[in-house]
């Protein structure tokens, strides 16, 4: 048994998709095949605890959503807008590690955010 849904697979429904849709599905689940680019090595282990704890994703198998959040990040895909008061969406995501890194720390005692999960 994998998975939330261990009797579906999407791969099933793969002759019924159109051109764009075999795209986004090879895509998507060849992103976790994929080295991060965006982030650091350092970086990794804090996004990817973040991603699972904000995604509920306790256990395999997983969507590789730090590879997903990496790949947008490093093709300077962003979303077409920005809060006045805040940084680039790129600049952001690195502050926000460095600050569940730095509250592991100085909070818990931990080495990292990752460590702490």
Do not use: N
């Amino acid at each position: 048994m994998i998975g939330r849904y261990p009797d579906y697979d999407v791969f099933d429904a793969a002759s019924m998709w159109d051109e764009a849709t075999r795209r986004a599905v090879e895509a998507r689940m060849g992103a976790a095949s994929k080295p991060l680019s965006f982030f650091t090595a350092e970086e990794a282990p804090t996004l990817r605890a973040f991603c699972d704890v904000v995604t509920a994703q306790d256990g395999e198998p997983r969507i590789p959503v730090a590879e997903l959040v990496d790949g947008k990040l490093a093709g300077g895909r962003l979303d077409g807008y920005q809060y006045a008061d805040m940084p680039d969406d790129r600049e952001t995501w690195h502050m926000v590690l460095r600050g569940l890194d730095e509250v592991a720390a100085r909070r818990y005692a931990q080495p990292s955010f990752a460590a702490q999960i």
